[in-house]
């Protein structure tokens, strides 16, 4: 809500309690949502952001992830990560490459977060949500291996994760910040 | 003849608005040919009309007759379960309104089969007060209803690779719809959280295998953003989002959340996958544009269009729809000389806001080439673009948001093909 629409807002709750008039105010508001803690939601709320809010604990390292890629993630990925189709490449690319560059996880993401968030949510594609936390962290931190970003004892939690500079990070431009 | 009395408007045979209505007066008598009675024989009663048909039933069909009219949608991929799309049949639907089983689709992991009574609503966050609703509860709460359109970002995008496409207004520009959305302004739901002013953002998530998210401003979400239940007066369909969407007029289609589930409020958007890496436009300098909401300014002809063959010389009625991001439909001309001359076209809908308008103007087609072609003007100003300022403006290293003149070639044997001029 703009400050001016809040301000009228006010002014019209102010108008109706001097009247006499705010309990049919409240009264016709309806308010039927229930209580819930965030502590509840923590198996719910799968949004792991850039500032490290909603990752859960765990860590893992490539070495340990590489396991998890080759049987849950290489039969759409390819064991290297480079795809079988035009939309499971995950390796490779350069944005200053000639031509159409080719955008994956190494050249193009802006923020490390967005992988964990990713293959926490949606993948694998054919058993989305069926690895655990641990599992989550290993293979997130084999994507990045295989494109170079960590090596392969790197150990990726939270803190280590969100600290890490993607090769793209500053190729983005936020177009409903500057019109 | 009839020809003298013919107004033309513009070059290579558009003629006046007006002869919308005289049609069959200034065109059909002399110029068309066809003629609705067989050779010989007279009028005779169909044989429909000697037997009883069926009764009233539960459900309705379409007639048999039209079941032609088919969503397009690419081969089913084992490496992307349920994930794909299925565009609307644009040029043989009329008015503005998409049946609810024409209305395009995209989905990231399939259509999730929802129990209404076992989903949850969930907000979260930066709120005075988390909370969670059910179905049945937001059913209690006032609607309103709004006609918008719903258009993916990735629409007519394959208008800026090097060579024109042999497509239809289906395959080309098929990935928009419009429909009559109605639900609980999400403004309603988030005051009722109690909304903390640290929150920039709301971050909202699917309920489907994707659990697709999408992070709105708040500005948006208090503004005309709907937790949209029903689709022109059903509903919401299980592949719109049943049995609730987020709905975001004018803004790119992704970020209208189908399978609606959680709303976090934040104060930086969450940087999902799917406003990061896709849905996301590369430059020609290899800065990529993040979060291009409204959709742009754009109108289609719709008929006649790509893979269509005129059959006859003669008088045509020229229609397509039109549609803006950022307002309503204020203007519409149409070219049939590549955009040498133009003239305006009739828009006959209401002219609603972020809504599909219909645009209709005649046209004497004498056997020669043509290049049809309409531009939108919005009400805030805005023009549709040639397809040379989009590649100027934007490359072709990423294909979303594309709102291009369309160039339709007539050739001398009446087919009708997408070119580039």
Redesign the interface.
Known sequence: ??MYKRALLFIFSVTLASIGFVSFAQDT??????????EQ?SE????A???G?GFPSGSGSAAQGKQVFDTRCA??HALTGEG??G??VLVGGD??SEG??L?T?GS????A??LF??IR??MP??A??SLTSEEVYQVTAYVLYLNGIVDQNTVINRETLIAIEMP?KD???????VR | MTQEKLERVAGNGLLSRRHLLGMGLAGAGSVMTNSALGADAGLQIPSWSKVPGPGASGYGNRSSHTEHMQRMSGNP?P???G?GASRSPLAELQGTITPNSLHFERH??GIPDIDPSMHKL???GLVR??????YE??L???MVSKIHFLECSGNSGSLLRPSPADGSAQSLHGLVSCAEWTGIPL?T?LD??G?DPAAQWV?A?GAD?????RSV?I?KA?DDVLVALFQNGEPVRPEQGYPMRLFCPGWEGNISVKWLT?L?L?S?P????DE??KY?D?LPD????????PMGTKSLITSPSGQMALNRQGIYQVTGIAWSGRGSIRRVEVSADGGRSWADAEIESHQSDKALARFRIPWEWSGGSAVLQSRATDSEGNVQPTRDAVLADHG??SSYHNHCIQSWAVNSNGGVANVYV
């Open positions: 809500m703009s508001v309806l308010k039927l949502g229930s209580p819930i803690s965030e939601l719910f709320d799968l949004i952001g850039p500032d809010a039969a759409c079988t189709s939309n499971t944005m200053h159409s560059p955008r996880v193009y993401w802006p923020h977060s967005t968030d990713f949510r949606a594609a054919d989305p949500k793209n190729g983005f431009i936020d177009k409903n910040q | 991929n490496t992307y379960p994930g990231h992991a969930v907000i979260n007060q988390p909370l969670v609703f059910d509860d937001l209690k709460y006032p403004s739901l009722e959280a909304v971050s998530v295998a994707a659990s697709m998210g401003p500005d208090m959680q976090k934040t930086e969450s940087q999902f996958r990061t890496s996301t590369t290899r800065n990529s544009l993040q979060f291009t909401f072709r290293l």
